[in-house]
């Protein structure tokens, strides 16, 4: 297998793992449930940073979701 080819398959795992944790984070808030949505807050800030660390999101892009979110719970 191409290193190219392993790092997609790779990111595209990690970029699904984020879309899933941020759906769940935001069906969390659409249910009123604000105090699971707040200790769910740290390990998707913390899984966002990892994505970057890994090189399979921008810094920028990063930034702007976990924003967005944080705003979202307040």
Same mark, same amino acid.
């Given at each position: 297998m191409r290193a190219s080819e392993r790092k997609h398959q790779h990111n595209r795992s990690v970029k699904s793992r984020l879309r899933r944790l941020e759906k769940d984070y935001r069906a969390l808030l659409a249910a009123g449930k604000k105090?699971? %949505? #707040? !200790? @769910? =807050? &740290?390990?998707?800030?913390? +899984?966002?940073? /990892? +994505?970057? !660390?890994?090189?399979?999101? &921008? $810094? %920028?892009?990063? #930034? $702007? !979701? /976990? @924003?967005?979110?944080?705003? +979202? =719970? #307040?």
């Open positions: 105090d699971e %949505a #707040n !200790k @769910s =807050l &740290p390990a998707l800030h913390s +899984a966002f940073d /990892k +994505a970057v !660390k890994a090189g399979a999101v &921008p $810094r %920028a892009t990063v #930034n $702007r !979701k /976990k @924003s967005r979110l944080a705003l +979202a =719970l #307040n």
